[in-house]
């Protein structure tokens, strides 16, 4: 059973919400009317949906999805009477995957909120995997740098400089990239 946070800014009501997240098969594990305790509340009691329910959304609203988007992501919908395209391209830069202006129907609410959630889990994914191929450019960039000052300092081929890291890397049980910026520090020091 999918779990769902409700944040209602006023003068929007949670009961139709709630009620039809009950109906959709949704636990509904809190309600909250401050955007300012959303990152605290969503942290406590790990969501996998928040939806939001608000005329017109505050600032602190958009600050508040910010910083949930930057330390603890989940699916977010939001049901509003907004429709600018400046509300809109806001909420899609704080991770919002749902923007609801048509009112809320208790028929489409569980495929509105599915689809949130499979755009969350698609977007996050793609998220890590491009937060995990910068970091290996990055320890192939230090892996490289300190190939160079192998090879420079121990008259060493690249395969050599290559093969000393590794076996190195081996030995203190530590990832090359940890290798090479204890090499790179070392050479910056005895400069």
Not at 84 to 106: D, H, K, M, N
Not at 134 to 140: A, D, F, M, Q, V
């Amino acid at each position: 059973m999918p779990r769902a946070l409700i944040l209602t800014e006023a003068p929007a009501s949670p009961e139709p919400l709630r009620l039809g997240l009950l109906a959709g098969g949704y636990n509904v594990l809190d309600e909250i009317t401050e955007p300012q305790r959303l990152l605290k509340r969503a942290s406590a009691i790990e969501p996998d949906i928040v939806v939001i329910a608000t005329d017109t959304p505050s600032p602190a609203l958009f600050e508040a999805l910010r910083v949930l988007y930057d330390n603890a992501p989940c699916a977010v919908a939001v049901y509003t009477t907004d429709t600018s395209e400046a509300s809109i391209e806001q909420a899609a830069a704080c991770g919002v995957q749902a923007w609801e202006t048509g009112g809320l129907s208790g028929e489409r609410l569980p495929a509105q909120l599915a689809a949130a959630r499979a755009r969350f889990r698609l977007l996050n994914d793609t998220r890590e995997a491009l937060e995990e191929a910068s970091s290996k450019l990055e320890e192939r960039k230090l892996v490289d740098r300190a190939k160079g000052i192998l090879m420079q300092s121990k008259r060493m081929s690249e395969n050599e400089a290559y093969s000393a890291l590794r076996k190195l890397a081996m030995e203190k049980k530590l990832k090359m990239g940890a290798i090479a910026e204890q090499i790179i520090n070392t050479a910056h020091l005895l400069a």
